[in-house]
């Protein structure tokens, strides 16, 4: 019984700090995209320069500090996977919600749970097993 509480407590406790990490990177990619668009950058050159910033920091925190493990080519190329993979499920939620409610939105939100949960599970199980 006391076995099964630390390992609920152990996995509600990474999985905080995956989330903690997920909102790091995000507030780095749009932190990076606003410093660039003051200095006068064309909006594409500070999304792109601020989501591949976010995606980096994003990476380290999970590989240090979420599942401490190494950072290797292998693991990050695994990582990129799930970016993709995560981008087209965002992509077909969006598409359903229009389609369904002409809701593109709505779609959007749908997915960031959906999103969040496929994350945390390929990170723990394949990218940084």
């Known amino acids: 019984m006391m076995a099964a509480l630390v390992r609920l407590l152990a996995r509600s406790r990474q999985l905080a700090v995956f ?12 932190g ?17 320069v601020g989501f591949m910033t976010g995606l980096l920091v994003n990476y380290a925190w999970h590989s240090r500090v979420t599942f401490d493990t190494a950072a290797t080519p292998s ?8 970016v993709l ?3 087209l499920l965002t992509l077909g939620c969006v598409a359903l919600a229009d389609t ?30």
């Open 19 to 30: 989330l903690a990490g997920g909102v790091l990177s995000a507030a780095v990619d749009i």
């Open 32 to 48: 990076v995209l606003q410093l660039l668009l003051h200095y006068g950058a064309h909006f594409a050159l500070a999304t792109t």
């Open 75 to 82: 693991s990050f190329a695994r990582y990129l996977c799930v």
């Open 85 to 87: 993979l995560n981008y």
């Open 100 to 129: 369904v409610f002409g809701m593109p939105l709505a779609g959007k939100i749908a997915s960031l749970p959906l999103i969040a949960v496929n994350s945390y599970l390929l990170g723990k199980y394949w990218i940084f097993k």
